[in-house]
């Protein structure tokens, strides 16, 4: 069975955090903390496990448009009548972390 690089992983815990949330959290113009287990397993025996609470960034963007400046007009020949601005949620850093996974031995947990 192929396993998923840890790019694919993390993008489909984004799409999975994002589709789950929403509802009433993202019916809120703006960005939004939203928080999703991760669980680890390593191989089909489910030897390696572990699971950590994540956050992910949801919610709509917010954006207007109004008529343009007389210097915007004039600098951009009588092309650029209407200006625009949007903030959108975005992830804007990343925090790296650190974790020790430790052998499950499952014999030993028997007794």
Known sequence: M??????????CLLVLA?????GQETAIPGCHMHPFNVTVRS???GTCQ???VAQACVGHCESSAFPS???VLVASGYRHN???VSQCCTI????KVRCRLR?????RARS
């Open 43 to 45: 191989d089909r025996q």
């Open 103 to 107: 052998p499950y031995h499952p014999e």
């Open 82 to 84: 209407i200006t625009s």
């Open 50 to 52: 572990g699971s950590h």
């Open 69 to 71: 400046r007389y210097s």
């Open 92 to 95: 804007s850093s990343l925090k």
């Open 2 to 11: 192929p396993t998923a690089s840890p790019h694919t992983l993390l993008l």
């Open 18 to 22: 994002a589709t789950e949330s929403w």
